[in-house]
Every structure is written in structure tokens, then in C-alpha cells.
């Protein structure tokens, strides 16, 4: 899409985005329908992504398909000025379950915010460029880790996203509320030797011990790790028959903090604890991290608060944000590394519910969902409009950027 430059004009920006909105409304609404109707786990959400790409390219954005080496991941760009604003999009389904977490919604709401900004560019003397990114796997590996790792996001000036959630859900705009946990996934296994366990137990190792060990020596060390950090984990395998000393066994634990430094700390303790488990028992450890580890969230309270205000304005009224202690984790915490972020949140259901359920199928399929998403898509594409038109709020969401990466640093 060409932007031919002009004069600034705040007010005929925010006009075009929301009746770009507006006008899109009920294609919208149909590709997040198609989305549901079609779920598609992580890193399989071929029909979602090209969907969403499809719908993007028709709407005058440059699409790159499969970018990080993903193939259902991708990056959609309108115009070609600075400041880069971006939208994140998800589209993927829960075992078993369909959109459970309602990402069908959330794709919409990042293209929605979308082709709003890309609508409002005209009238922004020539500045700014929008980003939609499709960002795959979020339930499982997280794909905006990768995406991140890849250098996709290097340049962007500020990124924005939405997730559904119940009656209770707000827009993160003091400190503390909206936070996630760093956190990585441990394998530990270890290998031993086989022997009868009853005729010849003193010529087996016993690796199951060792894996037994790790959880008593995590036990232990669980009273003196800081009270916000959580060290869960399960045995994938702890041997062939109760009568054959087991020659092989493996545990998972993820391993989380408020940090990626605290959890670091914590990896090393675990990682000195599998080492003593190997040493009292004789088995040989075997101790991988397969993935990238999720960081930390760090929210940009200053992007949020215009958020919040440009929500209000749009009609739809949160709850007070309030600090609280992180639970989760999530992949948007490595893109906060790298972008000033906000991930707010919004409800689809009119009260509280378990997460990941079928009640959230269902308000993912409803009208009350389909309304809510398109009303916040209306509020980042006018954050985004801010963003672009008032170089001072830039500035102070970069700085505030800056020194909370230096504060997590220490
Ligand atoms: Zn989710």
C-alpha cells in the first residue's frame, strides 16, 4: 500500500480507523468464525494463518508467509514510514478442546487494529507503517519466541494485542498487574543399569532412584526459593516392570520466577540438584532444555494508560487494573525484550469462568465476543494513531521501555 504524504490530521485519522473497522466489521467476523469452525493445534494452523494472510493481502498489506522459519507464522506490513506499530495476531486451537482460549478472536483483533491504523495513515503526513504479525504456537512452543529470536520484531517502535478473557478481565496499567513468569522447561533423564531387581539388584543402577531424587532434593530446596517462583514437574518415564532395576528414566519440570534472571538462579539449583541425583545413585545424567525459555512480561504502563483511556472512549469499561502476582507464562514476555509492549485483556463472557473450557468454545462463537473484539481492535488502532501522531508519547513509552530493562537486568 502507498501512502502519499500529507498534513496531519489527528481527527480524520481516528475517523478512518474506525470506519475502516467499522466497514470490515462483518468480514472480520466471518474469518474469526472460520478460524473457530477450523481449529488447528500449534504450528499447524495452516487454514488459520493463510486465512488471516489472505484477508490482510486483500486489504493492501504486503504479506511474507513463513517468516522465522515458521510456516504458519507471517508478517503483514501497510505503508512504509516510522514509527512501525504492530499488532500481534494468534490463531491457535487446544488439543482436544478447539479455541478454548478464544485465539480465533484474537487474530481478528490484531488484523482488525490492523487495516483501522493502515486506514488512519493518510492522514498522518506520510509517518508511520503498520505491522500485523501472525505469531503461531502459543499454546505450545510460542511461536513470537522464535519470531523474536529471529530479529522479526527488530525495529518496531511499539506492539499491541488482546486476549479474551471473563468479566474480570483489565487493561495492565499499573505496575504489577499484568506481569507473566519467566519460564523454561527442564528434561532431566538418567541412565543406569539394568539387573534383576530381586535376584541380582546389586549389579543394576537404579535410574528411577535418581529421578526420585531430583524430586526430594527440589522439595528441599522449594522452602528458600522466592515466593512468587514455581518448580512443577512430572516423570515421563520411570521404568519397563517393577521387576527390572531401570536402566533409564526421565522427568519434566518447568521451572519459573519473576525474572529470567531469578530463574536462571533457580535452573542452576535444579541442575546442581540432577548432578547430586547422578552422584548418589551412579547414573549417568542426561539434562536438556529444549526450548527457548519464555521471559518475563514486561508491560509498558505508559501505552497501556492511552490504551485504557482510548478503551474508555470506545465504549468499553474494565475493571480497575490492580497488582497482583504472576501465574503464567507467556511468549509475548520475549517480545516485551524487545518491543515496548501491552497485552491487555477483555472479556467475552458477562462473568467468571474456568479458562480452556468448553463455556470459552463457546464465547469465542458468540455474539458477545465478536462485539468486544471489534470494539478493542477499535482502541488499539486509535493508541495507534497516538502513537504515530504524538512523537512525545513515543518518547515516554521508549524511556520507560529503557529503564525497565535496565531495573530487570540487576
Ligand atoms: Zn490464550
Not at 519466541?145 to 517502535?157: L, P, Q, S, T, W
Not at 531430583?214 to 526459593?225: D, P, S, T, Y
Request: contains cysteine; aromatic residues 6%.
Amino acid at each position: 500500500m502507498t501512502i502519499t504524504a500529507g498534513a496531519v490530521d489527528v481527527d480524520a485519522a481516528r475517523a478512518a480507523a474506525t470506519a475502516a473497522i467499522d466497514a470490515n466489521a462483518d468480514d472480520l467476523v466471518r474469518l474469526s468464525k472460520f478460524i473457530h469452525a477450523h481449529p488447528e493445534v500449534a504450528l499447524e494452523e495452516v487454514q488459520s494463518s493463510a486465512a488471516c494472510a489472505d484477508f490482510l493481502e486483500e486489504h493492501g498489506f504486503a504479506v511474507a508467509r513463513g517468516v522465522a522459519g515458521l510456516p504458519t507464522a507471517f508478517a503483514a506490513q501497510a505503508g512504509d514510514g516510522r514509527p512501525r506499530i504492530a499488532y500481534l495476531s494468534e490463531y491457535d486451537a487446544l488439543p482436544n478442546l478447539g479455541h478454548g482460549c478464544g485465539h480465533n478472536l484474537i487474530a481478528i483483533a490484531g488484523i482488525g487494529a490492523g487495516i483501522g491504523l493502515a486506514a488512519a495513515l493518510p492522514h498522518l503526513g506520510g509517518r508511520g507503517r503498520v505491522d500485523v504479525f501472525g505469531t503461531p504456537a502459543e499454546e505450545a512452543v510460542g511461536g513470537k519466541i522464535i519470531m523474536a529470536d529471529a530479529g522479526i520484531f527488530d525495529g518496531v517502535a511499539a506492539a499491541l494485542g488482546a486476549h479474551p478473557g471473563t468479566i474480570e478481565a483489565f487493561c495492565p496499567t499499573v505496575p504489577g498487574s499484568g506481569d507473566a513468569l519467566a519460564c523454561v522447561l527442564m528434561r532431566i533423564a538418567f541412565h543406569g543399569r539394568s539387573s534383576h531387581a530381586a535376584a541380582d539388584p546389586h549389579s543394576g543402577i537404579n535410574a528411577l532412584n535418581a529421578v526420585i531424587e531430583v524430586f526430594n532434593g527440589i522439595n528441599a530446596l522449594r522452602q528458600h526459593i522466592p515466593a512468587d517462583a514455581r518448580i512443577h514437574g512430572i516423570i515421563t518415564h520411570g521404568g519397563d516392570a517393577p521387576n527390572v532395576v531401570p536402566h533409564f528414566a526421565q522427568a519434566e519440570f518447568f521451572v519459573r520466577a519473576a525474572t529470567l534472571p531469578a530463574m536462571e538462579r533457580l535452573v542452576e539449583q535444579v541442575r546442581r540438584i540432577a548432578e547430586g541425583a547422578a552422584l548418589i545413585t551412579g547414573a549417568t545424567l542426561d539434562l536438556q532444555m529444549p526450548e527457548q525459555a519464555n521471559s518475563d512480561m514486561i508491560t509498558n504502563y505508559t501505552m497501556a494508560a492511552r490504551l485504557s483511556r482510548h478503551l474508555d472512549g470506545v465504549g468499553m469499561h474494565l475493571p480497575e487494573a490492580k497488582p497482583e502476582p504472576a501465574t503464567g507464562s507467556t511468549d509475548w514476555g520475549n517480545v516485551s525484550y524487545v518491543v515496548p509492549s501491552v497485552e491487555t485483556s477483555y472479556p467475552i463472557l458477562d462473568r467468571v469462568c474456568t479458562w480452556h473450557s468448553q463455556e470459552v468454545v463457546d464465547a469465542a462463537d458468540s455474539e458477545l465476543g465478536y462485539a468486544n473484539t471489534l470494539t478493542v481492535a477499535r482502541a488499539m488502532a486509535l493508541t495507534g494513531v497516538d502513537l504515530i501522531a504524538e512523537p512525545a508519547l513515543l518518547e515516554a513509552v521508549r524511556q520507560e521501555f529503557a529503564a525497565a530493562k535496565t531495573a530487570r537486568a540487576a
